[in-house]
């Protein structure tokens, strides 16, 4: 591990970011007695680990710092965001290269990709995906505060005590209060209203939460932007690669948020 500070982290977090692969998936394999920091075994996936001078190894071989991966990805309704589904459910996974499927974990390191956050099954629209887990916790950071945008159709159409309550807040019965950042209707039709709502935290279900408390239905929630970085056109079920200047756009978003 080059270029870092001397400061130590558990050894699974420090398998992880070296984009071998998730945090959890190095907590089993050092578990199962198949990771070795500086030649000795090692079976506990906290053991301290300076990110500069220590060597850590999977199988015999070591592993070194994979290069950054960061891409973008259009999510349709249908697939989960997680590696593997216990109800086995469908995947993002399912739409990637081959090089990036977690069935090639044990095989290489270099393309550990993960979701930056979630959208949930029926959530469609931008995702990323990265082997960079320090910038994916920095995206996903609330005290960063970087802007969600999202496109939402709604079974009602919206008026402005609709959208104000939205954004003032609603208190659920467990004593949380949920409220959006911004919300102002994109368009209507006879029967339902599209709203284009804007977060800058990441509580679970946020919107969908709000909007059915008030007594309506979420018809379908598009993620359109996160910080600076549109959508765009990019096709349903398609992903690539972030240009260079996309990610410079989302570090300084970052940088001006903290």
Known sequence: MHNKSARKIGLARGLSKLGYCSRSRAAELIRAGRVSLNGKV???????????????????????????????????????????????RETIYTL??????????????QSWIAPVGRLDKASEGLLLLTNDSGWSSRITAPET???????????????????????????????????VKRVRVLRTGEKNSWLEVVLDEGRNRQIRRIVQSLGVDVLRLVRVAIGPL?????????????????????????????
């Open 145 to 179: 505060h970087l802007d969600k945008t999202y496109h939402v159709q709604i079974s009602k159409l919206a008026d402005q005590d609709f959208v104000r309550t939205m954004a003032t807040g609603i208190r659920m019965r467990n004593g949380e209060v949920l409220r």
């Open 42 to 88: 090692r079976r506990d996936p906290d053991a301290p680990v300076s990110e500069t001078h220590d060597q850590i190894a999977v199988d015999g071989s070591v592993v070194e710092e994979a290069e950054k991966i960061y891409l973008m990805m259009n999510k349709p309704r249908g697939l989960v965001t997680t590696a593997s589904d216990e109800q086995g």
């Open 96 to 109: 990637l290269d081959a090089r990036f499927s977690p069935k090639e974990l044990d095989k290489r390191q």
């Open 230 to 258: 549109e959508l765009g056109n990019l096709a349903k079920g398609k992903h690539r690669v972030l240009t260079a200047e996309e990610k410079r756009m989302l570090d300084q978003a970052l940088e001006r948020n903290l």
